[in-house]
């Protein structure tokens, strides 16, 4: 689909023209007062580790704005050194949004162009810009998305796992019973899950996922695009085991399969595996993940909500009753 300029100014009028023409899409450029007087607020994608992830229109516009609105000073002026680039910067984060979104608001309605970018990835997807975005709208200042790198769509597509429709959790709460509450909510979803979590939180989160939406196919995108870029695949449970070898680190997103016969509640009637006589399902979990008997003990423990020692206690006590 091609866009479509709102209106179109002299070249010699203004060296900020509005918006892409169908004749000369590359000639997009950072636009000059409205009609209204009012300036533009342009929500550019950044890299999300690599900074060779930007397009040329991104660089251009964040060259010819006036102000370039950022999380972090420091991350942000990393990305515009690379580039050459020295637009003035103002901070605008979770804790100064109340306060910076009116003041940017004032400028815009002086006709100042002004970019929003948050530290990696698209402004407003899991990181601050809702707030400015919707008072824009609110004072009829045009809004204009600048689209580039995003985490959950390169995860996403790298996973393997079925992309025709999927829903974007985000993160979940950090509270655990909060957290169980979420996990609880999309248990009848039938779509790819697909959430950011914390390094020091995922273990947990995937443990609420185990026992709650049940043993599904999983996918761990770690650092993506970063030089330490990772995908662990396999079941939450398995994802759980190589966790305990290799503990998580760096930005991760999680991106968790539609519900399947195996990862499903089993049917009344059915002996399910948190049935199994504890040895049983330590022997089975060796012979079917391949692992050593430590790790199954482990895996079998999470499946029944038991602590390693309670577990151990327990194939103790079953020996010795047999």
Do not use: W
């Not at 815009?108 to 601050?128: C, F, M, N």
């Amino acid at each position: 689909m091609s866009e479509r300029a709102t209106h179109r100014m002299p070249r010699q009028a203004s060296p900020r023209s509005i918006q892409n023409s169908d004749e000369q899409p590359e000639e997009s450029r950072p636009s000059g007062p409205s009609a209204t007087g009012k300036g533009c607020l342009y929500l550019v994608a950044t890299p999300i580790g690599n900074l060779e992830d930007i397009s040329l229109r991104a660089l251009r516009i964040l060259k010819e704005v006036d102000l370039i609105a950022c999380e972090d000073t420091r991350q942000t002026r990393k990305l515009l050194s690379r580039y050459d680039i020295h637009t003035r910067l103002e901070s605008y984060h979770e804790h100064n949004e109340m306060t910076r979104a009116p003041e940017l608001v004032i400028e815009l309605e002086q006709a100042a162009q002004i970019a929003l970018v948050s530290d990696a990835g698209t402004p407003g997807i899991s990181d601050p810009g809702h707030r400015l975005v919707a008072l824009c709208l609110r004072h009829g200042i045009q809004v204009v998305p600048v689209p580039g790198a995003s985490a959950l769509v390169s995860a996403l597509a790298a996973s393997g796992i079925a992309t025709d429709e999927f829903v974007f959790i985000g993160f979940l709460p950090p509270q655990a019973g909060a957290r169980q509450a979420a996990l609880d909510s999309l248990a009848a979803e039938p779509r790819t899950l697909v959430f950011y979590e914390a390094p020091h939180r995922v273990v947990g989160m995937l443990e609420d996922a185990l026992a709650i939406l049940g043993d599904r196919h999983g996918v761990i995108a770690r650092e993506v695009t970063k030089i330490h870029e990772e995908f662990r695949r396999g079941r939450i449970s398995e994802l759980l085991v190589s966790f305990e070898e290799r503990p998580p680190r760096g930005e991760i997103t999680v991106i968790l399969a539609r519900a399947d016969e195996r990862s499903a509640a089993p049917s009344a009637g059915i002996e399910s595996d948190s049935t199994l006589p504890l040895p049983r399902r330590v022997e089975d979990l060796m012979k079917l993940q391949n692992l050593d008997r430590k790790a199954a003990l482990k895996l079998a423990a999470r499946e029944r909500g038991l602590t390693k020692r309670e577990a151990y206690k327990r194939l103790l006590a079953d020996r010795n009753n047999h």
